[in-house]
């Protein structure tokens, strides 16, 4: 909030009492299971004392919730994120592409959205000057456009259509997430750069729901072309696995995603362990 935006806000009474006087107080609050204090603040009505809160002081009074949590749990805090993000003169958009993760989640987390622990780590990563790395990305720029021609090949070869709208990419990411770790074990690269979390389902692209819009729209054009090693490697997985389920099985039985807790990274730097190929 800018600060002439709230030395604008007033509020008069509902019931005519006419203007009602700012109360600025401090509340000890339970969030997440953590103590917390807030500084909360609501007008109040000196003849009926009725009290009421703006939209305004509302979105303030989360934005300072999520904060003082995230403060108390050692989770960047949104002022911080854009702190330290203005300071290495990126932008949304470039931080972004710099984590693997949609614009949209960058909003959110400056904005007051609190941030998964194994995201937070990746900002810090991030923050601190390096793209989050070669473990993350396998060496390799992560590319929309590569995600799209790495999936029009698989869908070439397997004869359907694994990239669906609404089926949070239960398929594609799996045969993605090998062709990506078999590219680095084979070749020291992976295909598509993109970071991978371990999710209930298996192998996911990370932050996928923030990504599934623009691989649909994407033109695999815009891609660098596959190299005959990276075309056979996508073929061998084809090959093996021709129905969409059995790459889904295998991934499970993968112990280099099974090790890894809910939501963390699988890094690249395991994909010498891959047993399904
Ligand atoms: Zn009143």
């Known amino acids: 909030m800018r600060e002439d935006k709230m030395k604008e806000e007033r509020m ?7 203007k009602m006087i700012l109360r600025k107080t401090k509340k000890t609050i339970t969030f997440r ?20 809160g703006t939209v305004e002081q509302t979105a303030r009074i989360q934005k300072t919730i999520a904060d003082a949590y995230r403060r108390e749990v050692n989770l960047l805090t949104g002022d911080e994120i854009v702190e330290k993000r203005k300071r290495l003169s990126l ?21 007051g959205t609190i941030q998964s622990k194994s995201m937070d780590h990746a900002l810090r990563i991030a923050l601190g000057g390096q793209s989050v790395g070669d473990s993350c990305t396998g060496n390799r720029a992560f590319s929309i456009p590569r995600i799209k021609l790495v999936v029009k090949a698989f869908e070439s070869v397997l004869g359907k259509h694994i990239l669906k709208k609404n089926d949070k990419m239960l398929f594609a990411a799996k045969y993605l997430w090998y062709a990506d770790m078999v590219a680095h074990r084979e070749t020291g690269e992976s295909m598509t750069g993109a970071t991978y979390a371990a999710l209930p389902y298996g192998p996911q692209l990370n932050n996928y729901k923030d990504l599934i819009e623009d691989i649909m729209k994407a033109a695999e ?7 005959p090693e990276e075309k056979r490697i996508i073929a061998r997985i084809a090959f093996k696995f021709p129905e969409e389920r059995m790459a889904y099985d295998a991934a499970h039985k993968e112990k280099i995603w099974k090790k890894q807790p809910n939501g963390a990274i699988i890094p690249y730097t395991d994909s010498a362990d891959i047993t399904g190929l």
Request: one cysteine or more; a positive charge.
């Open 221 to 227: 054009s815009k891609a660098d072309a596959l190299s």
């Open 12 to 18: 008069d009474c509902p019931s005519g009492h006419r």
């Open 91 to 111: 932008t949304q958009e470039g931080l972004a592409k710099r984590m693997n993760v949609g614009i949209a989640s960058i909003k959110r987390w400056e904005g």
């Open 33 to 52: 299971g953590v103590k917390i204090i807030v500084p909360t603040e609501h007008y109040r009505c000196t003849t009926c004392g009725i009290e009421a």
